[in-house]
């Protein structure tokens, strides 16, 4: 039975290589020699356009992914501008934004991304994990300003930090995190705002280095003060009717809990949830064609993606072909027709028994791959 939307994507995503300057703890990027060409992608590029004309789902949208996408500068530089001679529209290029050596470097590499029609968000991933320095950070983002010419094309992507005794937001090394982001902010010319329009003026940051409140712990917030975005004064002061011209200080925050896989250690963490994940069809991380760095493509950016039973082929198969995968292959049909809550509760009849809860459903994918009940 059907009673998902089934696998329809929407976007195309290019990890053109597994190569990065960091080696953050919770990463997950296989790094194998591989890299991908712009000539292919782009004929890839190509052949998602010409299956939308003949009935396949319409590809509207590209993004990058890595591994540091920004180590491919060439492929950058190429494959934004087949993107924008077909028409097609951005979504984030993700960067740690710490893969320069020098600013001359920095400067020359993000001019011409921007010059040749990136006008997508960078999706900056900055937190406890990745530990760049921040002084780096405010030169990466000044930098990407002034390539192109506005202050509200960046989102911060951070994984909250953790405390010895576990992943809980609130903890000493989560508030150290935040008072460096409001720090940043300041360097910027603006102000960490937090949930609920709290400012760091407004003594917000304060609770933030103090001891967290009970409160704080347990509702996953700094008493009701989680960090949403760094803004500025022009950007507080803007009308509706005001002209788009990226001239005020915006810089959404969005923070995750840490995920962990199947194999991972403190994976049983991420099992001793109160509650079953939500089963959304995989709507957030999903609906796309995530397009590895040796050519493999998965049906999303969800972090078991890199699972041989959720490859639906390669690149040079053709988009009609990765589609007919899709509706073959019974993870991603799980996925996207059954739903993960259903397999879930198919496997619970049959007797299959779990690690315990997760909130976190693509650990339960990855849980499920790793054991084979696919
Ligand atoms: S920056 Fe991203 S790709 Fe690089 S090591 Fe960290 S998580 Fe992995
Ligand atoms: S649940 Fe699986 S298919 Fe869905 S987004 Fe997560 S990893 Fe991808």
């Not at 890595?66 to 190429?78: H, N, Q, S, T, V």
């Not at 009609?320 to 019974?330: I, N, S, V």
């Amino acid at each position: 039975m059907s009673a998902g939307p089934g696998f329809k994507p929407s976007e195309l995503i290019f990890a053109p290589t597994g190569r990065c300057n960091l080696a953050c703890a919770h990463c997950r990027v296989a790094r194998g020699a591989a890299e991908l060409s712009a000539e292919e992608a782009i004929a890839f590029m190509d052949d998602c356009l010409a299956g939308a004309e003949a009935g396949l789902p319409a590809v509207e949208r590209v993004g990058f992914s890595g591994g540091e996408p920004f180590l491919r500068p060439d492929f950058l530089e190429a494959v934004i501008a087949a993107a924008v001679d077909r028409g097609l529209l951005f979504d984030r290029l993700m960067t740690n934004g710490d893969w320069w050596a020098t600013e001359g470097e920095l400067r020359r590499i993000l001019g011409r991304v921007a010059d040749v029609g990136f006008d997508g968000v960078l999706g900056l991933s900055y937190d406890a994990f990745h530990g760049q320095d921040r002084g780096r950070v405010e030169i990466f983002l000044k930098a990407w300003f002034e390539a192109t010419g506005r202050r509200d094309g960046v989102e911060i992507l951070s994984v909250r930090a953790e405390g010895e005794g576990g992943a809980e937001p609130g903890s000493l090394e989560d508030r150290a995190w935040v008072a460096e982001l409001s720090r940043l902010a300041e360097s910027l010319g603006g102000e960490l705002e937090f949930a609920g329009g709290a400012a760091a003026s407004d003594g917000a940051v304060g609770s933030v280095v103090g001891p967290a409140p009970a409160s704080a712990a347990a509702s996953g917030s700094y008493g009701g003060a989680e960090p949403q975005r760094i803004v500025d004064e022009a950007r507080r002061r803007r009308k509706p009717a005001d002209p788009d011209d990226g001239a005020g200080l915006s810089i959404p925050v969005l923070r995750f809990p840490r995920s962990y896989g199947a194999d991972e250690a403190g994976s049983a963490r991420a099992w001793s949830a109160q509650a079953w994940f939500e089963d959304d069809y995989c709507e957030g991380p999903g609906q796309l064609l995530y397009v590895h760095p040796d050519g493999g493509v998965a049906p999303c950016c969800g972090f078991a993606n890199e699972r041989p039973e959720l490859i639906l082929g390669h690149i040079r198969d053709g988009y009609a072909a990765l589609m007919k995968a899709a509706a073959r292959l019974p993870q991603p049909r799980a996925c996207y027709e059954l739903g993960l809550g259903a397999r879930r509760a198919e496997l619970e009849a049959a007797g299959v028994r779990f690690p315990g809860k997760t909130a976190d459903i693509c650990l339960f994918c990855d849980w499920l791959c790793s054991k084979g009940l696919n």
